[in-house]
């Protein structure tokens, strides 16, 4: 099996190289892992697999990377093992589009034996985890733009969907939009760190009656750990649902008119498959949502000492604009605020006129986003999205742009 691996290590790059008796030499195997390097021939592994938003993201935004540099012909291998992903059917996804996929054992082995190829590793630290910096992920989808995807979902997980929500009572031209709100059982071990970014359910009740009646269906993304929606006619609660699978997960993240979400990585999914995606409650105040098709508004920022909102230019201009973990927020006595109810209609009505094709923005929502989007600096986390800020968020909140 070892050997069959660095063969296909070797066979990628084109390159034949003889050995005597199946041993190689370390000397060899660096001029191998030079050479393969030299082509452009990467391992890529995911940073945190088990995160279902690192899982789409990171190989979505390495393959868009090399595509954009014009390396779409040089393959690349990719480590992944179907038991610690955070969804093995969207591990069938990247299986089409990696030349080939080893696990994460079988690569330590190899890497392990032969430490000349761990040259050929890669993991994309800087692209979304960039602490107290911009996040590469910005800049690729920038470049990207209105380019088609590079997942496609396949006939026979079309039909599969179409299916479900036949059983489910909607009917053929039936829209839907998949809703997830962030709660605590996701990551319970860890949740004291990130509880910044949960939101109550509550808040977004109001946001799926909207989506109801512009005459669509919501279908509740998430697991078994989150709270239960109340009985609401075309709204299916797939978190408590007997049908939830792997692959129903990506079909319908696939599938939707768009994904009304927040920080939490599920919306990455649609976005990997060209779905728009509406965030409420995007914390840190510098992050934005991914993509040119995109909305969010963030959390805001409350200061305890000064029994005040602080200003767009304050929060910007404060290590604060960066803040990841809660303690960091504690710290600096600073309490974020949850968008209201009210706010996350305002975000759902503009993304429902933009995707039925009704959204017209004046002159002065413009002027708006362009004062907002000049808040970002290099250093901040969303510099350089190509995304907006809800416009009624902007338009409520006007006074935060000018100093208290």
């Given at each position: 099996?070892?050997i069959?691996?660095?063969s296909?290590?070797?066979?990628?790059?084109?390159?034949?190289?003889?050995?005597?008796r199946?041993?190689?030499?370390?000397?060899?195997?660096?001029?191998?892992?030079e050479?393969?390097f030299?082509?452009g021939?990467?391992?890529?592994?995911?940073?945190?697999?088990?995160?279902?938003?690192?899982?789409?993201?990171?190989?979505?935004?390495?393959l868009?990377?090399?595509?954009?540099e014009?390396?779409t012909?040089v393959?690349?291998?990719?480590?992944?093992?179907p038991?610690?992903?955070?969804?093995?059917?969207?591990?069938?996804?990247?299986?089409?589009?990696?030349?080939?996929?080893?696990?994460?054992?079988l690569?330590?082995?190899v890497?392990?034996?032969?430490?000349?190829?761990?040259k050929?590793?890669?993991?994309?630290?800087?692209?979304m985890?960039?602490?107290?910096a911009?996040?590469?992920?910005?800049?690729?989808?920038?470049?990207?733009?209105?380019?088609?995807?590079?997942l496609?979902?396949?006939e026979?997980?079309?039909t599969?969907?179409r299916?479900m929500?036949?059983?489910?009572?909607?009917?053929?031209?039936?829209?839907?939009?998949?809703?997830h709100?962030?709660e605590?059982?996701y990551?319970?071990?860890?949740?004291?760190y990130?509880?910044?970014?949960?939101?109550?359910?509550e808040?977004?009740?109001?946001?799926?009656r909207?989506?109801v009646?512009?005459?669509?269906?919501?279908?509740?993304?998430?697991?078994?750990?989150?709270?239960?929606l109340?009985?609401?006619e075309?709204?299916?609660?797939?978190?408590?649902?007997?049908?939830r699978?792997?692959?129903?997960?990506?079909i319908?993240?696939?599938?939707?008119?768009f994904?009304?979400?927040?920080?939490?990585?599920?919306?990455g999914?649609?976005t990997?498959f060209?779905?728009?995606?509406a965030?409420?409650n995007?914390?840190?105040?510098s992050?934005?949502q991914?993509?040119?098709?995109?909305?969010?508004?963030p959390?805001?920022?409350y200061s305890?000492?000064?029994?005040?909102?602080?200003?767009?230019?304050?929060?910007?201009?404060?290590?604060?604009a960066?803040?990841?973990f809660?303690?960091?927020?504690?710290?600096?006595?600073?309490?974020?605020?949850d968008?209201?109810?009210e706010?996350?209609?305002g975000?759902?009505?503009?993304?429902?006129?933009?995707?039925?094709?009704?959204?017209?923005y004046s002159?002065?929502?413009?002027?708006?986003?362009?004062?907002f989007r000049a808040l970002?600096?290099?250093?901040?986390?969303?510099?350089?999205?190509?995304?907006?800020?809800?416009?009624?968020?902007l338009?409520k909140?006007?006074?935060?742009?000018t100093?208290?």
């Amino acid at each position: 099996m070892l050997i069959a691996v660095i063969s296909m290590l070797l066979l990628l790059g084109g390159a034949v190289f003889v050995w005597h008796r199946w041993s190689l030499t370390q000397a060899l195997t660096a001029q191998i892992a030079e050479a393969l390097f030299k082509k452009g021939i990467r391992v890529f592994e995911t940073t945190l697999p088990e995160r279902i938003g690192h899982f789409a993201g990171e190989p979505d935004l390495w393959l868009k990377k090399r595509a954009l540099e014009g390396m779409t012909h040089v393959p690349c291998m990719l480590v992944a093992s179907p038991d610690k992903v955070a969804n093995s059917h969207l591990l069938t996804y990247w299986e089409d589009v990696f030349a080939c996929t080893i696990s994460e054992a079988l690569w330590k082995r190899v890497s392990k034996t032969f430490p000349a190829f761990k040259k050929l590793h890669f993991k994309c630290y800087d692209v979304m985890h960039a602490i107290d910096a911009t996040a590469g992920l910005y800049d690729i989808y920038a470049r990207w733009g209105e380019r088609p995807p590079v997942l496609q979902l396949r006939e026979e997980d079309k039909t599969h969907g179409r299916e479900m929500l036949r059983q489910w009572g909607m009917a053929e031209g039936d829209w839907f939009v998949c809703v997830h709100n962030r709660e605590r059982g996701y990551s319970p071990t860890d949740d004291h760190y990130h509880e910044y970014r949960n939101s109550p359910l509550e808040t977004i009740i109001p946001a799926i009656r909207a989506i109801v009646a512009a005459g669509g269906w919501v279908v509740r993304m998430g697991d078994p750990s989150m709270t239960r929606l109340p009985e609401m006619e075309r709204v299916i609660d797939y978190a408590h649902s007997p049908h939830r699978s792997a692959r129903l997960d990506i079909i319908l993240c696939a599938t939707a008119k768009f994904f009304l979400g927040n920080t939490s990585g599920l919306f990455g999914v649609s976005t990997i498959f060209g779905v728009p995606v509406a965030s409420a409650n995007f914390a840190p105040i510098s992050a934005l949502q991914f993509t040119c098709r995109d909305l969010s508004m963030p959390k805001l920022l409350y200061s305890e000492r000064e029994n005040r909102l602080l200003t767009f230019p304050e929060a910007f201009a404060s290590p604060a604009a960066n803040f990841r973990f809660t303690e960091q927020y504690q710290e600096q006595q600073l309490r974020i605020l949850d968008n209201t109810a009210e706010d996350i209609v305002g975000l759902v009505r503009e993304m429902l006129d933009r995707v039925l094709g009704g959204c017209d923005y004046s002159a002065e929502d413009e002027a708006l986003q362009s004062a907002f989007r000049a808040l970002f600096q290099p250093g901040h986390y969303a510099y350089g999205s190509a995304a907006r800020t809800s416009r009624e968020f902007l338009r409520k909140h006007l006074a935060l742009f000018t100093a208290p």
